[in-house]
């Protein structure tokens, strides 16, 4: 139930361009939900892509620029004319259109801006562009339909034809006063089954009614919207004025955006690379985390010189130096990301940072204990000196409990900090432990051989 | 604009409860949104939770059940009797009771459908208990309004009151013929619109229309609504019959079980640990992965072995163990992180996975170049052996490449062997690149040094 495109219906359309067979393109095309659209544009070369818009009904156009990734859209919109890109965002949402001004150069923004039919939408998308991306404000469109509390049911209905015009989507209509403060919610439901003559006053709700303010943080609408299973959200400026609304698909985006950006900082990388991206970026945004894992070896190096002598007498303490740092490294990781997502579901707020890490503590002895007593056996059966099978089974002990507790508190420490604490669960852990780890191995070692 | 739990909150509702100062603790619930008062719930005593739902009304009651997290509803049902769950299931929509019964056991799941009063509301119930949770069937409420294209649209209103009552949220209309098939939809702005004499036929939308089957992976249901930014999704059987429908509040929730799953896949957590969960399971849901990590080590110690003897000459060599595996292991997450979005966001589907790896050979490369140079020169200064500098310089720089194409190919053949490719991501990858990057690097020390 779900167009699934394939590489011979791109190149059908391909070999359409080239020959302008019109009737082809729009009969593929035309029924196609922009989203389908945009992931064709994707696949085919920059001018195929833009020669494809000229196919488009302007609605179809608009959405499928939309739907595109920005990378390609930023290439894409280059072949376009101040003009052309003016018709597309007279098209858009709000919210759209100041998303896709936003990505061009300022000069260019103003010429846009000044060949935009609309001059309405134009003021419109203008304001939005004030806010800061990562606000509400950001987020919000300024399309939604709201009533006076003091109109009839009949008056409303009225009302609601000439505002339902340019707005998409009515979920539910949002009753203010006189000075356009929101007062309340109106449910579609409650409005058609209501007698035309009774008042909105009597069939709104407005107990506990949720919306947030322009300068809600978009994780915080998030949040709301997902806590109370809403599909739109009014917002407010500072005076409580109904000044736009965040509906669901546009969070389902922020969420998304979040899980990703959590997952790659666990997999150290910095910024948001797309597989498309370029060797150069993509480079960029990876190489600070290997240059501290880097100097994190380069630490350890040091550490180790501390015990040449040892390693040279006994080189088999050199064996297990990998097993030391992967399992603490491990550990570490797992003990990071568990306390990482416990913040996220706002698990622990004041249930007791103490309790948590005792907790960890007991899960790093547990694992300690086995991870000790298998690596001591192995050693055992293999090797004759029994000093050394003694060694390494105390320090993986000991360093899986530091590796927990460390991979416990330091993402707490971050989320204290204000830093996003899914950076713990980084290389910087991973490093970090291998240096810990490493100190304790040797220093055990040399306690148990002289 | 979000109910802010306090620690002094939760005291007092404990106070109130021991007191049985109902007339606090109703001033202080009545207008809360259940979410928010299963979160006082989360952080009461058991006896205490149970407790204040004896003041909650019942629609609030049985929504806070839905809203617990599941270990705290399966203790808390446990204080319920099978006649006080089948009084909450009875106010449930259909979903949610089907999921909170599929919680119970076979025994108390019949005892409780035997108590529940809304015999038709139960059937309905039952139905959706045979499809697999990971379904578009599992995710279906029996909530929704449908109506025959050959209604006149005040007939359909009129059908509308009458389902309406238990619909709780109406987004759209959907229309089917007499035998039920779903032939499109309405939205409720347009039926508030058209004139009461004209026909449903002529109003709803029919071509594309997005719908689900009931045997979809509930992933897919989320890619779609996603996709096409649907807030709810009919749902047909194999006739195409209308059964149910989903909604984005359902879904949103399966997108964050995913981002969830595979963020704790790459930190190497088999299945889901919330923190609050036991020592026990919070281990043994932590121990395979460092199982394998432990096992990497051993084989890296057993690579070791053969070079004892070098070890022992130039103990130097032992000191840059831990570089070698942090580096190679630190890039090759990476480039399994990468691979996993971009599977994920289905950015190269027919792109040709060889671009993809020779693009990641370059990145590996720049990336390679860059730490080897580094660390050469860190070696030339601090080191009189200049071929302990080549050699751990060169190393580096294969190691990266290396773990750079391993890290990208993995992911991709789990892929194509329908692994989840996140695995790839876990200590797993890690574990691997330790391995190839110590043999790399002690072979080439030893061709250099003999």
């Known amino acids: 139930m779900k167009f699934e495109l394939t590489k011979s219906f791109i190149e059908d359309i391909q070999s359409a361009l080239e020959e302008n067979n019109i009737v082809f393109i729009k009969a593929q095309i035309f029924e196609l939900h922009p989203a389908d659209i945009a992931d064709i544009v994707k696949h085919l070369g920059l001018?195929?892509?833009?020669?494809?818009?000229?196919?488009?009904?302007?609605?179809?156009?608009?959405?499928?620029?939309?739907?595109?990734?920005?990378?390609?859209?930023?290439?894409?919109?280059?072949?376009?004319?101040?003009?052309?890109?003016?018709?597309?965002?007279?098209?858009?949402?709000?919210?759209?259109?100041?998303?896709?001004?936003?990505?061009?150069?300022?000069?260019?923004?103003?010429?846009?801006?000044?060949?935009?039919?609309?001059?309405?939408?134009?003021?419109?998308?203008?304001?939005?562009l004030r806010y800061d991306e990562d606000s509400a404000g950001g987020l919000m469109q300024s399309e939604f339909v709201q009533v006076r509390s003091s109109f009839t049911v009949k008056r409303c209905i009225i009302e609601l034809r000439k505002q339902a015009e340019e707005v998409e989507k009515v979920y539910s209509i949002y009753v203010v006063d006189e000075s356009d403060v929101l007062l309340g919610v109106l449910s579609l439901k409650r409005l058609l089954f209501a007698k035309p003559t009774s008042l909105i006053s009597e069939l709104y709700q407005s107990n506990n009614i949720k919306y947030v303010k322009t300068n809600s943080h978009k994780e915080d609408v998030a949040d709301i919207m997902k806590r109370y299973d809403l599909i739109a959200i009014p917002v407010v400026d500072y005076q409580n004025k109904l000044v736009g609304r965040i509906t669901i698909d546009d969070v389902v985006d922020v969420m998304q955006e979040e899980a990703e950006k959590d997952y790659q900082l666990a997999s150290g990388i910095t910024d948001n690379v797309e597989a498309t991206a370029s060797v150069f970026k993509n480079t960029k945004s990876r190489l600070p985390w290997i240059l501290i894992g880097l100097?994190?070896?380069?630490?350890?190096?040091?550490?180790?010189?501390?015990?040449?002598?040892?390693?040279?007498?006994?080189?088999?303490?050199?064996?297990?130096?990998?097993?030391?740092?992967?399992?603490?490294?491990?550990?570490?990781?797992?003990?990071?990301?568990?306390?990482?997502?416990?913040?996220?579901?706002?698990?622990?707020?004041?249930?007791?940072?103490?309790?948590?890490?005792?907790?960890?503590?007991?899960?790093?002895?547990?694992?300690?204990?086995?991870?000790?007593?298998?690596?001591?056996?192995?050693?055992?059966?293999?090797?004759?000196?029994?000093?050394?099978?003694?060694?390494?089974?105390?320090?993986?002990?000991?360093?899986?409990?530091?590796?927990?507790?460390?991979?416990?508190?330091?993402?707490?420490?971050?989320?204290?900090?204000?830093?996003?604490?899914?950076?713990?669960?980084?290389?910087?852990?991973?490093?970090?432990?291998?240096?810990?780890?490493?100190?304790?191995?040797?220093?055990?070692?040399?306690?148990?051989?002289?």
Not at 76 to 88: D, G, V, W
Not at 106 to 116: N, Y
Not at 417 to 432: E, Q, R, S, Y
């Open 47 to 128: 001018d195929e892509g833009k020669h494809l818009f000229d196919y488009l009904d302007e609605e179809q156009a608009a959405q499928t620029l939309v739907e595109l990734d920005e990378d390609i859209r930023e290439k894409l919109l280059e072949l376009f004319s101040p003009k052309e890109i003016a018709e597309q965002v007279d098209q858009l949402d709000s919210d759209d259109a100041a998303d896709l001004l936003g990505e061009l150069s300022e000069q260019r923004k103003d010429e846009v801006i000044s060949k935009m039919e609309d001059k309405e939408h134009a003021s419109e998308v203008i304001d939005l």
């Open 295 to 450: 100097l994190g070896g380069v630490l350890s190096s040091l550490i180790l010189q501390n015990y040449e002598a040892d390693i040279q007498i006994n080189p088999v303490l050199a064996f297990f130096i990998p097993l030391i740092t992967a399992t603490g490294g491990n550990v570490g990781v797992q003990s990071s990301a568990i306390v990482v997502q416990g913040l996220a579901s706002k698990e622990f707020m004041f249930k007791g940072i103490f309790k948590r890490i005792l907790k960890e503590l007991l899960v790093g002895v547990l694992i300690g204990l086995i991870c000790g007593i298998l690596i001591f056996l192995f050693n055992f059966f293999t090797n004759t000196d029994i000093i050394m099978g003694i060694t390494i089974g105390i320090s993986i002990f000991i360093v899986v409990i530091i590796a927990a507790i460390f991979g416990t508190l330091f993402p707490l420490i971050l989320n204290k900090l204000k830093i996003d604490p899914a950076l713990a669960t980084g290389p910087f852990v991973t490093t970090t432990n291998d240096i810990l780890g490493l100190s304790v191995y040797f220093m055990i070692a040399f306690m148990l051989y002289n």
